[in-house]
């Protein structure tokens, strides 16, 4: 049993570096993969995946950039991670595909929406990568994005915590976790769930947004089943 027939999941560039914090520790995207891949098999559930750069760029931290060039600096350390992630899943014996919001024909698909919907309709996972393929974009808001094009269900956003706080539970031992919340909420109390342009467009197209720990193994699983964990972002509470 699945709840969702197809859903976007948002992975940080960080978590593909495991202990390593900078740059790619393989066997760490292998452990990713490797549960995506399991749940996918399992549950029959069309998985797309738009992944960040942070493990190779923060752009915002180089303030003596242009933006426009930083940003485009960030989009080709997605692509990086998006490459590692598609060999992760070869290695496995399970098909995806790369799609770039810029064009990189040697080395990936160009995004094309009907393209994309059909390696879903097929099976296969599609790693989505350069972001929305534009300067002053987040990944976040590309997971927002790319979710509406394809039609998603839900945007999963794997963390290393349990969902949103009431505080940051690393510094305030009273932080409790909240089980759902309003987008409105999300923004008025500026909590750090995705950035507001992302949160925004989730909210204009009714897209829920669904907060989990992905270090903890069988919780991919249980979010596709519909069980309750992490943190659920909606309209309404």
């Known amino acids: 049993m699945r709840a969702y027939n197809r ?26 993969c490797s549960e995506i891949k399991e749940v996918v098999e399992k549950t029959g559930v069309e998985m797309a995946i738009v992944v960040g750069g942070g493990n190779f760029w923060r752009g915002r931290s180089n303030q003596q950039m242009d933006r426009c060039t930083s940003d485009h600096i960030g989009m080709l350390g997605t692509t990086m991670n998006a490459l590692a992630l598609n060999d992760a899943f070869k290695q496995l014996g399970f098909e995806s595909r790369v799609q770039t919001g810029i ?30 393929g534009s300067p002053f974009f987040s990944t976040d808001t590309a997971a927002a994005l790319r979710a509406a094009e394809i039609n998603a269900e839900i945007v999963l956003k794997a963390t290393n915590v349990d969902g949103i706080y009431t505080a940051d539970p690393k510094k305030d031992k009273k932080a409790t976790l909240i089980k759902e919340i309003t987008y409105i909420d999300v923004l008025n109390k500026k909590l750090n769930v995705m950035d507001s342009t992302a949160t925004t467009l989730c909210m204009d197209n009714q897209l829920p947004i669904l907060v989990y720990n992905m270090n903890v193994k069988g919780n991919l699983l249980k979010v596709i089943e519909g069980k309750k964990v992490g943190t659920l972002v909606q309209e309404r509470v």
Not at 9 to 29: C, N, P, Q, Y
Not at 105 to 111: D, H, K, L, N, W
Not at 114 to 129: E, N, S, T, W, Y
């Open 7 to 32: 859903v976007l999941l948002k992975l940080s560039g960080e978590s593909l570096a495991g202990k390593k914090e900078m740059g790619i520790d393989f066997e760490r995207v292998l452990e990713i």
């Open 103 to 132: 064009e990189m024909r040697q080395i990936a698909e160009f995004y094309i929406r009907a393209r994309a919907d059909r390696h879903l309709q097929k099976g296969r996972v599609v790693i989505f990568g350069c972001g929305t």
